[in-house]
């Protein structure tokens, strides 16, 4: 017998909050392809490069509280 996919929601809802986390993840995860080894690679060397900026004081860091005042800006017009 197959579920439809409004039963299967019904059910899912009725799962705990972390159990609906989990589920969450685990259908997300579903629909990513094999993980990319050049891209994999490319992020690990980019990450490498914005250490190496930061540990030599040439990154122009911005506070969070900087960040939040322009995003709310931003979003109220």
Avoid: F, H, P, Y
Avoid at 32 to 55: M, P, V, Y
């Amino acid at each position: 017998m197959k579920i439809s996919q409004n039963q299967l929601l019904a059910e899912a809802l009725q799962l705990d909050e972390d159990e609906r986390a989990e589920l969450a993840v685990s259908l997300i995860e579903s629909l990513d392809g094999a993980a990319d080894a050049d891209a994999e690679q490319a992020w690990k060397l980019e990450l490498d490069r914005r250490l190496e900026t930061l540990d030599k004081g040439e990154a122009d860091l911005v506070s969070w509280g900087d960040v939040k005042d322009r995003l709310t800006k931003k979003l109220n017009g």
